[in-house]
């Protein structure tokens, strides 16, 4: 039998699959220096671990892309479960650095589902700018839930909770999406011919779309660089990282509450050039401020970052719709698959910027904070990249119009 589509109950399981993620990434961030110590793991090991969460991402990102319209979302976020509780599970009883490596990986794959199936699945259920405000406010629930997971891991450390009491926390929001979903009709495609293979990929070999792919490997890792290491880089500088993580994700889900209107006004190229710009001056005092100043480098950062993945992911799905879901799969996976390579890349600089540090005779909270604020500052080159990149593409797209006519194409109806 027929089902009619609940875009309202869709959109909220959205939402708590990706404060799923968000709690994924916040509370692991916040129990890093517990692992370092309790299995006597190295900043590049810590790395690795790390590295684990964002390669499972792309590539159960691009499988989905490549089978959402065969199989369907239902089936994917099926599988974001059972990842997802895989993964936590794991986690608590690794016993040691390769099982912190395998866990990490299947909360990574579960997360990488969520994106696969929720982005093409909203951008059918909304059009034009509706689509726009509502892909912010799903992507307003990753820093949204970071702030909650960030305080939270905080309130439990500080509590004296144990990591692996934190790790089961990630399961309420797991539950809650998957009753959220089950049982629900999902809508069809929007665009007439997106859910061919062959039109997907030619609209992805298109010089514009293979810009974007390139780009956004810079701005996930200008955004999740940062973020990821703000607890072991943060943490002698006077500030208190965990909070520094909530202001940042808090700025962020405000404003990305907020973003239809300023999209609409400022253009996406706008948008995304902006953001380079705030975020190269935030990471930048980040790397040269401590103390109550960390806090305002916090703010630029999170202007900086706000913007960058649901943009992104929208410019993709209104300037190149064609590519469909798979087009938004790949994009979202290229950005994870760069935050990917470079943890353990970052992990190294740390420890090479220790041995630079102790042997001009620094020591202790000093040489750490040292070594974290010169890996910082290496990070600036990303968006500053990216100032270049988006100044080209606001001259380019400023005089191009967006095709709505495709917007006319039912949207709503149900799937059996």
């Not at 959109?11 to 692992?35: D, E, N, V, Y």
């Not at 009883?93 to 696969?116: D, H, P, Q, V």
């Not at 293979?197 to 890792?221: D, E, R, S, V």
Request: overall charge neutral; aromatic content about 12%.
């Amino acid at each position: 039998m027929n089902q009619t589509v609940n875009p309202s109950r869709l959109f909220l399981a959205s939402c708590f699959a990706l404060i799923t993620t968000a709690f994924s990434f916040s509370i692991r961030a916040g129990i890093l220096p517990q692992l370092g110590t309790e299995f006597g793991l190295s900043a590049e090991q810590l790395g690795f671990i790390n590295s684990m969460w964002f390669l499972g991402f792309p590539i159960s990102m691009i499988v989905g892309g490549l089978v959402y319209h065969t199989v369907g979302p239902r089936i994917i976020m099926t599988v974001a479960f059972v990842a997802h509780t895989l993964g936590i599970l794991l986690t608590i009883y690794s016993g040691g650095y390769t099982g912190l490596l395998i866990s990490t990986l299947f909360i990574g794959i579960g997360n990488g589902c969520t994106e696969a199936a929720c982005n093409p699945l909203i951008a059918d259920m909304y059009s034009g700018a509706q689509m726009n405000k509502q892909l912010n406010r799903f992507h307003m629930w990753f820093p949204g839930g970071i702030v909650v997971g960030s305080l939270l891991s905080k309130f439990m450390t500080d509590g004296g909770f144990s990591w692996q009491a934190q790790i089961w926390a990630i399961m309420v929001p797991t539950l809650i999406y998957a009753f959220l979903f089950f049982g629900q009709a999902f809508p069809k495609p929007r665009v007439e011919g997106v859910t061919s293979l062959g039109k997907n990929f030619q609209a992805m070999l298109t010089p514009l779309y293979l810009f974007i792919f390139c780009c956004m490997a810079l701005t996930a890792i200008s955004e999740f660089g940062p973020q990821q290491w703000v607890g072991l880089i943060m943490s002698k500088s006077g500030a208190s990282p965990m909070l520094i993580l909530a202001l940042v994700t808090g700025l962020m889900a405000v404003g990305r509450y907020f973003g239809g209107p300023i999209i609409h006004r400022l253009d996406q190229t706008g948008v995304l050039l902006g953001g380079a710009i705030f975020a190269t001056i935030g990471i930048y005092l980040f790397s040269t401020q401590t103390g109550a100043m960390a806090y305002v480098a916090a703010v630029f950062f999170a202007i900086g970052v706000c913007y960058f993945w649901p943009t992104m992911i929208g410019f993709v799905a209104e300037r190149i719709p064609l590519s469909g879901a798979l087009g938004m799969s790949i994009v979202g996976g290229v950005g994870m698959f760069s935050t990917s390579i470079f943890q353990p890349i970052i992990g190294h600089w740390i420890d090479s910027e220790r041995v630079i540090q102790a042997a001009a005779g620094k020591a202790g909270d000093a040489l750490e904070l040292a070594a974290g604020q010169a890996t910082l500052l290496r990070m600036t080159t990303f968006p500053i990249i990216l100032i270049v990149a988006f100044t080209g593409l606001w001259f380019f797209m400023r005089n191009r119009k967006v095709d709505h006519s495709l917007d006319e194409v039912a949207a709503r109806q149900p799937q059996l």
